[in-house]
């Protein structure tokens, strides 16, 4: 999903509550595993310079391991001179 800022982090913390009540709820389901912070690390700002990923803050290891993998995925992909080649020729 891209969205701007205010609307993208309401939808994480609403899928970070649906985690947290039914992990309480002792619902073990690989689908709401997708919401726990820590698996998916964090999520890239786009439309910068350079990889910027935004954590939690009460990351720990895991998250700060998938933060750092996904941001050497978006410098393997080239995924910012993508969008640069892309809206260079929207343009």
Do not use: W
């Not at 899928?15 to 919401?35: C, K, P, T, W, Y």
């Not at 941001?71 to 343009?91: F, P, T, W």
């Amino acid at each position: 999903m891209v969205c701007e800022g205010y609307t993208g982090n309401i939808i994480l913390k609403l899928a970070e509550s649906i985690h947290g009540l039914v992990q309480r709820r002792n619902v073990h389901d690989e689908f709401f595993d997708m919401f726990e912070f820590e698996q998916y690390g964090g999520v890239p700002v786009l439309g910068v310079n350079k990889p910027v990923i935004i954590g939690h803050g009460i990351s720990h290891g895991k998250a700060f391991m998938n933060m750092i993998n996904i941001a050497q995925k978006m410098i393997e992909k080239d995924v910012v001179g993508k969008i640069r080649e892309q809206l260079a020729v929207g343009s």
